[in-house]
């Protein structure tokens, strides 16, 4: 069987050494990788491509890039160490970069569930042996993410060959191992044996080195390693003894406070210090400025709400500019919007189908849900005019004892008419005076713990008791201006006087159903404080003291809100 491999996997400098005496041994690095990569029936791609991924040869012969868009390929392009040469790898790339090659990483997620890993439960997810090139994600936002789920090491350098090894914009995330393994240090990444390794605009996040001797909870730097840090942020690491966030031995790490090319112009945000440590360093274990930093590269707008900038895409919608540079984003809202994610928007409406379209979102048994919902905290502005479902479309219009016009739920914000003046916005019930062809205009099932407002809005001609113009339930609101001039049905607490034209009974000293304060000691009509208690006249429902046909809770009802 002939099983050939391409002699870059084998590294120029095997085994690592600081002099250039055991070149001769090449041959049998060559020998052995063979040998190695038969055992583990693999074979090698030609010259140029890939078993897993896609390789481009530039055109100027010097360097080839690879694009990896998945665990496979990454692993395939980079882990080089051999099975049986290195103490803890198990498998081997089959397409391995050639030194000074690039290997572009797509964004997304890389982890050992997904395919190949050098040494999955033992030590990393991949291994490199005197390789040096670049290894960057596709865009400098840290989206391409090394997963380790606390059961490995993400990276182990051991060398590079005379060369540098820049890992550039990849997000190192949850390295490291759970059950407290002796000696693997270094949760996210450990360089070793006279390794030159640049890491520029990385993210180390909730790496961990738990395990008895332990260093380094996301880097252990060692083996007379040079390591240069720029524009590279540090969260969440932990350790057992020594460098949470970065463990020096017997090496050189410097951070540099500085942003890479092409953003050499930006000063970068300082943020927290690092937890650093080391032994056998003078006169400091790191040089430089020894603090996480971000805010390089410019923001990307996102419409994932759960987006804050911190990897540099922010959320960022309805036509918001975006600004800023990662860890510090900003959002410049248009004419009608606002927040700081420009997340709520102005919606005008002039007709019911409009309004419904925009504020009735309960999607019960037999309920028509509106087609073009606002966000919760949006303001919706109604033209003047009258709203009655004989026009359009309705929440619940086809079964008589239970009409609805709007039923809302978990939304805040405002609701307003375009004039504050005489509340000229009139959600129209379209009662009758007798017979079961009465709605209920407005049901507001829930505010979610925050506030409806709604404002300068006439509430007219519910009829009976059961057919309420607006209902509220475990509702926090406010009303301001919000007359109702029209709940016609004096038996049962109406306000009475639009259809008698007038404030019914100004003989009477007072505009009654308004203030008529007489004998009873109330304001009759508004809150007519008799024997019963109850709000007589907005209301009624004197037995249970609520305020009969706005909430079941006289504590709902605002001061502000002003009968007419």
Not at 326 to 331: L, P, Q, R, V, Y
Request: glycine share 12%.
């Amino acid at each position: 069987m002939i099983c050939p491999q391409s002699a870059s996997s084998c590294p120029p400098s095997f085994p690592p050494s600081s002099d250039h005496s055991h070149r001769p041994m090449k041959l049998v690095c060559v020998l052995l990788s063979v040998v190695s990569s038969c055992l583990l029936g693999k074979t090698s791609a030609e010259p140029g491509t890939s078993l897993t991924g896609l390789t481009q040869r530039k055109l100027d012969g010097q360097s080839t890039t690879h694009y990896a868009s998945d665990i496979n390929s990454l692993f395939n392009f980079v882990s080089n160490a051999l099975p049986g040469v290195s103490l803890m790898a198990e498998n081997v790339g089959d397409s391995i970069m050639n030194n000074g090659d690039v290997v572009e990483v797509a964004v997304g997620d890389y982890h050992c569930g997904f395919g190949y890993c050098s040494s999955p439960m033992k030590d990393s997810m991949l291994e490199t042996s005197d390789l040096h090139g670049n290894v960057q994600c596709e865009n400098d936002l840290s989206g391409c993410v090394l997963l380790g789920f606390m059961q490995h090491r993400l990276i182990k350098i051991v060398g590079t060959g005379w060369g540098v090894l820049t890992l550039r914009a990849l997000t190192f995330e949850s390295g490291g191992f759970m059950d407290d393994q002796p000696w693997h240090s270094g949760g996210a990444l450990l360089t070793d044996s006279n390794a030159e390794v640049d890491i520029i605009l990385c993210y180390f996040l909730n790496n961990n080195a738990w395990g008895w001797g332990t260093k380094g909870g996301a880097i252990s730097v060692e083996g007379s390693s040079i390591v240069n840090i720029y524009a590279t942020r540090f969260e969440g690491n932990s350790h057992a003894t020594d460098g949470a966030d970065i463990f020096n031995y017997d090496s050189t790490v410097i951070v540099r406070p500085e942003c890479p090319e092409p953003y050499s112009g930006t000063s970068p945000i300082q943020l927290s210090a690092l937890q650093v440590s080391g032994l056998n360093f003078s006169p400091m274990p790191i040089d430089g400025s020894v603090f996480s930093f971000a805010g390089c590269v410019p923001c990307e707008a996102s419409t994932e709400s759960y987006r804050d900038g911190s990897d540099g895409y922010f959320y960022c919608i309805n036509g918001g500019s975006i600004g800023g540079t990662m860890g510090a984003c900003t959002c410049t809202c248009p004419a009608n919007t606002w927040g700081t994610n420009c997340q709520h928007q102005r919606h005008e409406v002039s007709t019911i189908s409009e309004f419904h379209s925009k504020i009735s979102n309960y999607a019960g048994s037999d309920y028509t849900v509106g087609t073009d919902l606002m966000a919760s905290g949006d303001t919706v502005v109604l033209a003047i005019g009258s709203y009655r479902c004989s026009e359009g479309t309705c929440a619940k219009d086809n079964v008589s004892s239970e009409r609805r016009m709007i039923m809302s739920e978990d939304f805040t914000g405002l609701w307003e008419c375009e004039s504050h003046y005489d509340a000229q916005c009139v959600i129209d019930c379209e009662s009758s005076d007798s017979g079961d062809s009465g709605r209920k205009g407005i049901v507001v099932m829930s505010t979610n713990g925050s506030t409806l407002t709604i404002k300068a809005l006439t509430f007219f001609d519910a009829w009976h008791h059961k057919r309420f113009c607006l209902f509220l339930l475990g509702v926090r609101w406010r009303a301001d201006a919000l007359p109702y001039r029209g709940a016609h049905n004096v038996s049962n607490g109406g306000a009475y006087g639009v259809s008698n034209g007038g404030a019914y009974g100004v003989s009477n000293g007072g505009a009654y159903g308004i203030t008529h304060n007489f004998s009873n000691g109330g304001a009759y009509g508004i809150t007519h404080n008799v024997t019963n208690g109850g709000a007589y006249g907005i209301a009624h429902n004197v037995s249970n003291r609520g305020v009969y046909g706005i909430s079941y809770d006289l504590a709902y009802w605002s001061a502000n809100c002003v009968p007419n």
